[in-house]
């Protein structure tokens, strides 16, 4: 990078490789971060090593945890026979910030993607009928994202849970609040309109 001194140049190239970070975003974070007074980067350092240090996997949800098993597999009020299956941990916080769900989850870790050559013993399918042979589970609740793997990860797993005689639901897509219809896709107005409720 011309005109930046090197150790600079070395933390907007670290900084830049972090999902939706691009240069000038690095630039303008490595810049702030040598601005810093010393005791603030040092926790800040120390928070991201710690962190990734510290954060496991659950190995029954899949889910972050410092605990193993995490304190939602561990917590007897979500063992009410609902199961939520999302892609990967965010999908976990993005559900939980809703307030409404208050079952367990199966986090996948990905989805079926030929093209990415991500196939069913790629992601946790087999965890995950593992823990519905129990009996315990009623309903599978498919949370995956509406694009076309995780519709096909939706499909495939319906397939697998279905003949076990437990309920699988999919999680509703239509149009967001606040979208107009004018500028909203065919496949989204499509969900919206099949996915109608009386009112």
């Known amino acids: 990078?011309?005109?930046m001194i090197e150790p600079l140049a070395r933390m907007v190239n670290q900084l830049s490789k972090l999902p939706g970070v691009g240069q000038k975003t690095a630039q303008r974070l490595a810049y702030h971060i040598v601005s810093l007074p010393e005791d603030q980067v040092r926790e800040l350092a120390a928070a991201i090593y710690n962190g990734k240090k510290?954060?496991?996997f659950c190995s029954i949800c899949?889910?972050?945890a410092t605990e193993d098993p995490c304190a939602m597999c561990r917590d007897d009020d979500r063992k009410n026979g609902m199961l939520c299956v999302v892609k990967d941990p965010r999908d976990v916080a993005a559900m939980e910030r809703m307030r409404e769900f208050n079952g367990q989850y199966h986090v996948l870790h990905g989805v079926i993607s030929p093209l990415q050559g991500?196939?069913?013993d790629d992601?946790?399918?087999r965890e995950l009928m593992q823990r519905l042979s129990d009996g315990s589970i009623k309903e599978v609740i498919l949370a995956t994202n509406p694009d076309v793997e995780g519709e096909a990860?939706?499909?495939?797993?319906?397939r697998l849970i279905k003949p076990l005689g437990i309920r699988v639901t999919?999680?509703?897509h239509g149009v967001p609040v606040g979208a107009d219809l004018e500028y909203t896709d065919e496949m989204t107005l499509s969900r919206a309109f099949s996915g109608r409720?009386?009112?």
């Open 118 to 120: 991500v196939g069913p």
């Open 62 to 64: 899949g889910n972050y």
């Open 54 to 56: 510290q954060v496991r």
């Open 153 to 158: 990860t939706a499909a495939y797993l319906a």
């Open 170 to 172: 999919r999680i509703a």
């Open 123 to 125: 992601i946790r399918i």
């Open 1 to 3: 990078m011309s005109g």
């Open 197 to 199: 409720s009386e009112i």
